[in-house]
């Protein structure tokens, strides 16, 4: 075996910053001679094929580091110190800066290395929050996997444990992780100005402390946005501390989750347990894709809840929401208003039934283009329903039900009503004409009312309701009370 002198690697590098100014042959990757490898034995690494330099190793919190330095971020109110290292074998690593952060497991993560490859790792380890990014690249004479980059300025991952450290650091994340979150009286859970792209997972128990005030218990907004919870997870609302009988009225109870300002994101897998009043309240958004949802009022059945509605949704587009159960007492599902909205595979029990409205005397006084179907409404109140307000204006148009089940419903199977009252929500008993319901779409709604329920209840305004189709229809039980009123002709009661 030849030794080689120090000039002679000198002489090397020399040669080789020649040789970096003629383009490599493709596959070569300006590693693979012999040359390369003989430098490589002397300490020397190729660098993006354009000569060589030596690697320097320097310790840093008990890290090795090669190349690159070490980074300090500011996140979520606590300090996290993160080393990185590459580590490059056999002359044809590619090295450079490691300025990108990759989603890894939470913790402290750790190094690794890997032949002819760029593969680096780095961790960071915070007071109040835990955050762990692990990267592997590939180059010639190796594989690996890696993940997307953060955007500049922000961190992939942050846990939090606080609702302030949520505050002070979510701006900073495109990856938190909630840890047993426990949000103080009077303070919501703020998730809103999330970055583009943010993933937002709920993890162990998230529970809220008690105060009279209106809420929300959760704020999010954004675009992009993912909001899952874990297996296992649950949002524990406490309801029963604010539940007095009287819902919006008496004790001032916090809503509980605004989805206002969404913009192409999705909630998905939440376990919710005893909201104060409403769950969901969905406005101002677009492109919201909500599903894998468990709504479980139960306890408020027995327990003074109401006006606990399951998802209400006013001034939006784009909006689907499927594959959820609620039990609650009052609306499954309430639109205000909005456009091109689809509900489905879902399961009601326990409250107001499946609504449109109530529509009328509020900025926004549209409902058009909803598809409400596969649904099954068992120990409801009401089944099918749309409530528009007397003596407002405003249209509902293009809507469809079908494919409903009913069990055990007490009031009414199917109800259009144009004589609600908002407030108390009583019927006046004189429909108005104010607000159109047009190309209305009622078909396959089957099943059983209770004994003093009636199958079905329309009220409408004189010439208000027209256009609509009614086919496959069947609801038993109950007793033909009033019949209909200024209903459509081929409609029957």
């Known amino acids: 075996m030849v030794k080689l002198s ?51 190793r320097r310790k840093h919190n008990s890290h090795d580091q090669e190349g690159d330095g070490t980074q300090n971020e500011q996140q979520g109110g606590a300090e996290q110190d993160g080393g990185q290292s590459k580590n490059n074998e056999g002359g044809n690593g590619k090295s450079g800066k490691a300025s990108k952060n990759y989603q890894g497991a939470s913790g402290d993560g750790s190094g690794s290395s890997g032949k002819g490859t760029t593969d680096g790792s780095s961790s960071s380890n915070a007071k109040g929050s835990t955050t762990s990014t692990t990267a592997k690249g590939t180059g010639s004479g190796g594989s690996g996997s890696s993940s997307d980059s953060a955007p500049a300025g922000a961190t992939s991952g942050c846990t939090f ?37 943010t993933q937002v997972l709920f993890q162990g128990q998230t529970t809220f402390g008690y105060a009279e005030w209106e809420g929300p218990l959760i704020l999010v907004g954004g675009s992009g946005v ?27 109870k916090p809503k509980f989750f605004a989805a206002h300002s969404l913009s192409n994101s999705h909630i998905t897998s939440l376990n919710v347990k005893d909201t104060p009043v409403q769950a969901f309240s969905i406005a101002g958004s677009s492109g919201l894709t909500i599903s894998g949802i468990t709504i479980d009022n139960s306890l408020g059945d027995t327990k003074g809840a109401k006006n606990t509605d399951g998802f209400d949704i006013g001034s939006s587009s784009g909006i689907t929401i499927s594959d959820v159960t609620i039990h609650n007492q009052d609306d499954c599902l309430a639109i205000n208003s909005g456009k091109n909205i689809q509900f489905s595979k879902a399961q009601c029990t326990g409250g107001h039934g499946v609504s449109i409205g109530s529509v009328g005397g509020r900025d926004d006084n549209v409902v058009d283009g909803v598809t409400i179907e596969s649904v099954k409404i068992s120990n409801s109140v009401n089944g099918v329903r749309i409530k528009t307000v007397a003596g407002a204006k405003g249209t509902v148009s293009d809507v469809t039900y079908s494919s409903i089940q009913l069990e055990n419903i007490s009031k009414y199977g199917i109800t259009i009503q144009q004589d609600y009252t908002l407030g108390s929500g009583e019927p006046t008993g004189r429909p108005t004409n104010g607000v159109k319901i047009q ?41 033909k009370a009033g019949g209909c009123l200024n209903a459509p002709q081929g409609i029957t009661c």
């Open 439 to 479: 190309n209305l779409s009622i078909k396959g709604v089957q099943g059983s009312v209770g004994s003093s329920a009636v199958p079905v209840h329309i009220v409408c305004g004189s010439g208000s309701c027209t256009d609509w189709q009614w086919s496959g229809n069947e609801v038993q039980g109950g007793q």
């Open 226 to 252: 993912t909001v899952t919870g874990a297996s296992g997870s649950v949002i524990d609302c406490g309801g029963d501390r604010w539940w007095d009988g009287k819902g919006d009225s008496g004790k001032k």
């Open 6 to 56: 120090h000039s002679f690697v000198l002489l090397a590098l020399a040669s080789m910053a020649v040789l970096a100014s003629v383009p490599a042959r493709a596959g070569s990757h300006n590693g693979n001679s012999s040359l390369e490898k003989r430098a490589a034995k002397h300490g020397y690494n190729a660098v993006n094929g354009a000569g060589f330099r030596r690697h320097v």
């Open 161 to 197: 444990s606080t609702a302030a450290q949520v505050a002070a650091g979510k701006d900073k994340c495109t990856t938190i992780v909630l840890n047993n979150v426990q949000v103080p009286a009077k303070a919501t859970l703020d998730l809103s100005g999330l970055r583009s792209g």
